[in-house]
């Protein structure tokens, strides 16, 4: 449903006329995301926290417009767009990170602080944040939580749902829930935590999220290796791991991409190759 006049000045109320915008400049720069669809809203909102998050989503549940959150846009499932009109909610505003423990191996953040940096701060305390999707530099870690994010650390380490112990969300009528636990063994009850994760905000705006962080792993060391078949590379990744060794990442490349590589960089692939494909663990 279209927004009306009432409801955006209402909407500005909330956020402050600066956080609330429906001119078609700002509307455009939030109205596609990396499917690239398009899909123009009829406002953009930029809350700064949790309360503001709370007094939009019931203000679209009393008016009947739609409210669709957004982070960095980075998604590839269209989840951020604005299909049938209505507010896009941006959390880049929510950006801190709240906490970093080191006794408890846990975090408290917001959900617009980017992927990347706070893979940073955790390392600098000689902690690991294992969950790397390709888009860690830019995404938010909201953004991964909605979409559940993965990245080439997963066959190791597994996805980001394995790293959410709790969360805070507003549900689309505007209460406040908290779920989960801060510690690692939490088995009582509904699981509200790994509902919310992966639901792509379609049952509510995550505000804060409690993680859980591992020990930052000593050394990194990487191997390449050449195959002239994809059958043979597949078996010997097979292979390594029935031995018992888990490799922290694996990425294949096939003959078109070293030859883009080398092209590009230089680095002594080999391009003779005819049907090779290189792995990296």
Known sequence: MTLSENSFKKL??????????????DRVCYAYDATAQVFLPDAVVFPKDRHEIA????????????VTPRGS???MTGGA?????????????LNRILEINRNRFISHVEPGVVTGRFHQEVEKRGLFYPPDPASSEFSTLGGNLAECAGGP??????????YVLGLEAVLPTGEMIKTGVQTTKGV??????????????????ITRMTLR?????????????????????AETVSEIIRRGIIPRTMEYMDNASLRCVEDYL??????EAEKSEAKRS
């Open 12 to 25: 500005q109320k909330i956020v402050g006329k600066p956080h609330c915008s429906r001119s078609k400049a």
């Open 55 to 66: 007094a939009i989503l019931f203000l679209a549940n009393k008016e009947n417009f739609f």
């Open 73 to 75: 846009g980075s998604g």
């Open 81 to 93: 767009l604005a299909v049938n009109g209505g507010v896009i909610l941006v959390t880049t505003r």
């Open 153 to 162: 650390r997963a066959v190791k380490y597994g996805v980001t749902r394995d």
């Open 188 to 205: 009582v009850g509904y699981d509200l935590t790994r509902l919310l994760v992966g639901s792509e905000g379609t049952l509510g705006v």
């Open 213 to 233: 962080l591992l020990p930052l792993p000593e050394t990194i060391r990487t191997m390449t290796a050449v195959f002239d078949q994809m059958e043979v590379a």
């Open 266 to 271: 230089g680095i002594g692939l080999p391009r």
